[in-house]
């Protein structure tokens, strides 16, 4: 019985080849030393090292770490709060599919709804109004991430908790919150690199003194790709990447001690 | 005070539709293995978790000791439960997870030390304190759930399905432990079980529960041998249940004819016969009473399979040296003293 | 032991209405009569009557359904071969990963990695190059979906089918693919809606004359929240919504055969 | 032509650096119930999974009326297989999934109509055509995958776990039902299983694997009564085993004294005994050989744990009626043709 060619391990290859395509060309063409992207002249870390030097770009840079700080921050406060509410609640099913329901709305409606809602209370737009819709944006995504966890825990632990004298605050800190550490990290990572990435909400929620790196890249791009784009795309992917392997292993190793 | 450390008076539990308890009374002895057993969705567990504190009844009574259980906060019974996932603290080490019970009383530091240690040494998990709970076996995780809910020395400790997560060898071995402890640390057990096994290895006595009532309260041997109604009957050891109508001395039944007993429920009506595979005694027969289907070397005896000509199964324990082959036929004998009627 | 008040109830529900409030915001507004969005003027259907009027949005509507058809239909194609490929493979783990990787890559990103494969290989923008990019980024959502549905499919009702007497092909039509029904559905569903909704891709990989309709709400908002902007996305919103409703009900549906 | 339908040579399969086989033969006669038995790992997954043709072996042969079983596609080996899973179509109804296997062959619809029709009345599925699996319980989901391995009409039928997924009531009427079935269509029967009890109650030659070799085949009587190791001995019913030293007539345990037995290991030797808990006699002594430290009702006995002056633990089936309390001294003894030393 000879083995047969695996014809499907090559079109799985082809396609992947595909879907990666985009994404190589950026990483790729960001270590072009030609100052025109699209024609090749050797490899190099030039262009990393004259983003450093670009003023508008590092203190966009800076905002948006703040911003993605902060939005972790409170999305994490307020989508544990809800989850570990929600659990509680036994005729929660409505209330469940509506605290996650955000993370389906499109982001151009929630942009749209942001700025109507600041419009209408007279807030003026800034870095707070983008945190405040960042926060609204991610805790949906908190909050998915970790009820799917509280629902893998076993709920006689907090009983036995219950039963072993202990009252319902040493419970929540000493064993509810203990078994949810892994989606509390993944919870965070991904606040944190959603926040980071955001264009669409930010562009509407922000005032015009204080870009975030993503506006900064979409303003650069109106004159063509240029190879800093290139550099700033590889460094917001690689960040991404990092964010969600660290989320996986973290979890990992928080699950198994 | 009387000597029943545990009373259930009337005790009455819905959960919407669903009648969990249904008007419940028993009485648990000081320093009784007392097993509350049943299929699931009989009640048992209902129970376990009204005197626990996770449920409250609708209506009826807990006492202990004669004073209300009920109005105590869960948190400061004097019971504690063995859960059957055992819910150990998986984030702690067993050392933290048996004195977690501790830390919630005024003890001191030292005192709480000691008393862990103390009951570490008992339970024999000296060479584990530093270990988390899944780098454990399942039996050593059943000790230190053991070793957890007696730490708070209750009066009463609850296990849910003690033995069910465990294999045989190691099930043997707890069976054995478990009784040790209750002797050496004189608390009253209520195990609540769905395996007839589990309890008859067990407990001194077992109340059997059905839909939410309690359908017989006796010790083991009595349940088998005398039980008082068919669910019991059925639900304890192995049994041949028969369709049989009642004489005015005892009832008759197609293949077995008619058979004379110490009581009689009145002629002429349907009433249901029980005789246990030991009790039944098989002679050949050109044309029997039944046909042998299935004849299965079990170590010291075979078990048989009959197919009566009324169509009913019947399975009965005979000698491995029999010379019963499948397909012959044989009549059935038993003394009627082993014979019971419903 | 009387009921405690249910304190994180009523914290839960505070919340939710703060995450709400700009999702309703829209709602609510595309309901005045007024001209002015920020001003209530009356409950009314005044603005979707408008909107069928309006040349430009009915023509950037029809163009984003289109491409959001087109694209579910390569997504769905690519996706579920990609998946069934890779549960083929036993040591397929790193592959898996990658396949649904370009889930996570900050949209922006693969927008720019995509403008520059277009600009290098000179494929014209226009609806043809927002097909292929939507298929890219949808592409990896269907993976994601379906791999995890083949991972709870019983391997051995595939082995069934070789044992009874079925080759490949019968297996595949008559065994698999029904097993992975909901999973496609869900697939599909998902994929239309990330079409429909998706504005930063489609805004870098197409052509100016034929906007999509995310596009067109876009350069509305450049002169401020108008009424068509809060009716358009409630129309978006309704639409995804909706799309995740029929999916989850039509799963349910299918699982329950 | 020899009469052995299935012949297993010297086969060896290995998985990375697990060797799932090694060196495995057996012969397996027309008509048989032969049952592959071992623990979880043991191999016998794998020697059924390359009989039915979804793993190849690293070395050796599988011959089917002597010829090559290894060539020929798992598509067309005549040769099903009953998944433990039951696996199911679950979305074609009853039917269908019945007449799946049929569909592959050059079969008119009306040939497999009929022959379709014929499996369902024999195997008792009539009223169930148009339902779906998941609308059956889990005995008739089991009929339904047994209906369907068997409409090929295959020359042996491979069941994997038969009788794991179902409860006790069902277990019995399907293990008559099981050789029912294999009597009428004359199929060979090859069943996997770790569990004793079910390779015991079907089977009528086992063949007892550990760590992919097989340890014994013979039949379970003679596996119960002579065990040629001590695995068989412990993996075959209840048995106690205990370490002695081997005279020159028998062997000496500290507890047991000197036996004599018909053959000797030679003076000296560390052995290994076994004695089934059927043959083991207790009597009352003041200091005995062990005492009792558990004793537990079962019925038509009493099962009792004696914990030897060794520490050994030997478990005794006693009469019901016998004296036997816990914590009260024993000394054993039984007849030396019950012993077996390895």
């Given at each position: 019985?000879?083995?047969?060619?695996?014809?499907?391990?090559?079109?799985?290859?082809?396609?992947?080849?595909?879907l990666?395509?985009?994404?190589?060309?950026?990483?790729?063409?960001?270590?072009?030393?030609?100052?025109?992207?699209?024609?090749?002249?050797?490899?190099?870390?030039d262009?990393?090292?004259?983003?450093?030097?670009?003023?508008?770009?590092?203190?966009?840079?800076?905002?948006?770490?703040?911003?993605?700080?902060?939005?972790?921050f409170?999305?994490?406060?307020?989508?544990?709060?809800?989850?570990?509410?929600?659990n509680?609640?036994?005729?929660?099913?409505?209330?469940?599919?509506?605290?996650?329901?955000?993370a389906?709305?499109?982001?151009?409606?929630?942009?749209?709804?942001?700025?109507?809602?600041?419009?209408?209370?007279?807030?003026?737009?800034?870095?707070?109004?983008?945190?405040?819709?960042?926060?609204?944006f991610?805790?949906?995504f908190v909050?998915?991430?970790?009820?799917?966890?509280?629902?893998?825990?076993?709920?006689?632990?907090e009983?036995?908790?219950?039963?072993?004298?202990?009252?319902?605050?040493?419970?929540?800190?000493?064993?509810?919150?203990?078994?949810?550490?892994?989606a509390?990290?993944?919870?965070?990572?991904?606040?944190?690199?959603?926040?980071?990435?955001?264009?669409?909400i930010?562009?509407?929620?922000n005032?015009?003194?204080?870009?975030?790196?993503?506006m900064?890249?979409?303003?650069?791009?109106?004159?063509?790709?240029?190879?800093?784009?290139?550099?700033l795309?590889?460094?917001?992917?690689?960040?991404?990447?990092?964010?969600?392997?660290?989320?996986?292993?973290?979890?990992?190793?928080?699950?198994?001690? | 005070?009387?000597?029943?450390?545990?009373?259930?008076?009337?005790l009455?539990?819905?959960?919407?539709?669903?009648t969990?308890?249904?008007?419940?009374?028993?009485?648990?002895?000081?320093?009784?293995m007392f097993?509350?057993l049943g299929?699931?969705?009989?009640?048992?567990?209902?129970?376990?978790?009204?005197?626990?504190g996770?449920?409250?009844?609708?209506?009826?009574q807990?006492?202990?000791?004669?004073?209300?259980?009920l109005?105590?906060?869960?948190?400061?019974?004097?019971?504690?439960?063995?859960?059957?996932?055992?819910?150990?603290?998986?984030?702690?080490?067993?050392?933290?997870?048996?004195?977690?019970?501790?830390?919630?009383?005024?003890?001191?530091?030292?005192?709480?030390?000691?008393?862990t240690?103390?009951i570490?040494?008992?339970?024999?998990?000296?060479?584990?304190?530093?270990?988390?709970?899944?780098?454990?076996?399942?039996?050593?995780?059943?000790?230190v759930?053991?070793?957890?809910?007696?730490?708070?020395?209750p009066?009463?400790?609850?296990?849910?399905?003690?033995?069910?997560?465990?294999?045989?060898?190691?099930?043997?071995?707890?069976?054995?432990?478990?009784?040790?402890?209750?002797h050496?640390?004189?608390?009253?057990?209520i195990?609540?079980?769905?395996?007839?096994?589990?309890?008859?290895?067990?407990?001194?006595?077992?109340?059997?529960?059905?839909?939410?009532?309690?359908?017989?309260?006796?010790t083991?041997?009595?349940?088998?041998?005398?039980?008082?109604?068919?669910?019991?009957?059925?639900?304890?050891?192995?049994?041949?249940?028969?369709?049989?109508?009642?004489?005015?001395?005892?009832?008759?039944?197609?293949?077995?004819?008619?058979?004379?007993?110490s009581?009689?429920?009145?002629?002429?009506?349907?009433?249901?016969?029980?005789?246990?595979?030991?009790?039944?005694?098989?002679?050949?027969?050109?044309?029997?009473a039944?046909?042998?289907t299935?004849?299965?070397?079990?170590?010291?005896?075979k078990?048989?399979?009959?197919?009566?000509?009324?169509?009913?199964?019947?399975r009965?324990?005979?000698?491995?040296?029999?010379?019963?082959?499948?397909?012959?036929?044989?009549?059935?004998?038993?003394?009627?003293?082993?014979?019971?009627?419903?």
């Amino acid at each position: 019985m000879p083995k047969k060619i695996n014809l499907s391990l090559i079109i799985t290859l082809v396609v992947l080849v595909f879907l990666y395509l985009p994404i190589m060309t950026v990483v790729g063409l960001s270590f072009n030393t030609s100052s025109n992207s699209l024609i090749w002249k050797g490899f190099g870390f030039d262009w990393y090292q004259n983003i450093w030097t670009n003023e508008p770009i590092i203190s966009s840079f800076q905002r948006t770490i703040f911003v993605a700080l902060v939005t972790t921050f409170f999305s994490l406060l307020i989508g544990t709060t809800i989850s570990i509410g929600l659990n509680k609640m036994k005729a929660g099913g409505f209330l469940r599919t509506f605290s996650t329901a955000p993370a389906i709305v499109p982001d151009l409606v929630l942009a749209i709804g942001l700025l109507t809602t600041f419009s209408t209370i007279s807030l003026s737009l800034n870095l707070r109004t983008v945190i405040i819709s960042h926060t609204v944006f991610c805790t949906a995504f908190v909050v998915a991430i970790v009820l799917a966890r509280i629902g893998l825990m076993d709920p006689s632990i907090e009983e036995a908790s219950t039963d072993l004298g202990a009252g319902p605050f040493k419970t929540l800190f000493k064993v509810t919150i203990p078994q949810l550490m892994p989606a509390l990290i993944a919870g965070a990572v991904l606040s944190f690199t959603l926040s980071m990435d955001e264009f669409v909400i930010a562009f509407f929620t922000n005032g015009p003194e204080t870009p975030t790196l993503p506006m900064v890249i979409y303003s650069m791009i109106r004159f063509g790709v240029t190879p800093e784009i290139n550099v700033l795309g590889t460094l917001l992917l690689a960040i991404s990447f990092v964010g969600v392997i660290l989320a996986q292993r973290i979890g990992k190793v928080a699950d198994s001690i | 005070m009387s000597e029943d450390l545990l009373k259930v008076r009337n005790l009455t539990k819905k959960f919407g539709t669903i009648t969990a308890l249904n008007n419940v009374s028993l009485e648990i002895k000081n320093n009784e293995m007392f097993a509350l057993l049943g299929p699931s969705g009989c009640g048992k567990t209902t129970l376990l978790r009204i005197i626990a504190g996770f449920e409250y009844p609708d209506s009826g009574q807990v006492l202990i000791n004669d004073s209300d259980l009920l109005s105590i906060p869960t948190r400061t019974r004097p019971v504690n439960l063995m859960f059957q996932s055992y819910a150990l603290f998986p984030h702690m080490d067993i050392f933290s997870n048996i004195s977690y019970g501790l830390t919630n009383t005024s003890f001191t530091k030292e005192e709480i030390n000691n008393q862990t240690n103390e009951i570490i040494e008992k339970i024999g998990l000296g060479e584990h304190v530093k270990k988390k709970p899944n780098q454990l076996s399942g039996g050593q995780q059943q000790r230190v759930a053991l070793a957890r809910a007696i730490a708070r020395k209750p009066k009463i400790l609850l296990l849910d399905e003690p033995l069910s997560a465990l294999d045989k060898k190691i099930r043997q071995e707890m069976q054995v432990e478990l009784k040790r402890i209750q002797h050496e640390f004189g608390i009253t057990f209520i195990i609540v079980t769905h395996d007839q096994d589990e309890a008859i290895s067990l407990a001194n006595r077992i109340a059997v529960f059905d839909k939410g009532e309690i359908k017989q309260i006796s010790t083991p041997q009595e349940l088998y041998e005398n039980p008082t109604n068919e669910f019991v009957a059925n639900f304890i050891g192995e049994g041949n249940i028969l369709k049989a109508t009642s004489t005015n001395f005892g009832f008759e039944h197609p293949c077995l004819g008619k058979v004379n007993i110490s009581h009689s429920m009145g002629a002429g009506k349907s009433v249901t016969i029980l005789i246990r595979p030991e009790s039944i005694i098989l002679s050949p027969a050109t044309t029997g009473a039944g046909q042998i289907t299935d004849a299965v070397f079990a170590g010291a005896k075979k078990n048989i399979t009959i197919k009566l000509t009324t169509n009913e199964i019947v399975r009965v324990y005979a000698d491995k040296s029999a010379n019963l082959e499948v397909g012959s036929h044989v009549n059935l004998s038993f003394n009627p003293q082993d014979v019971r009627v419903f």
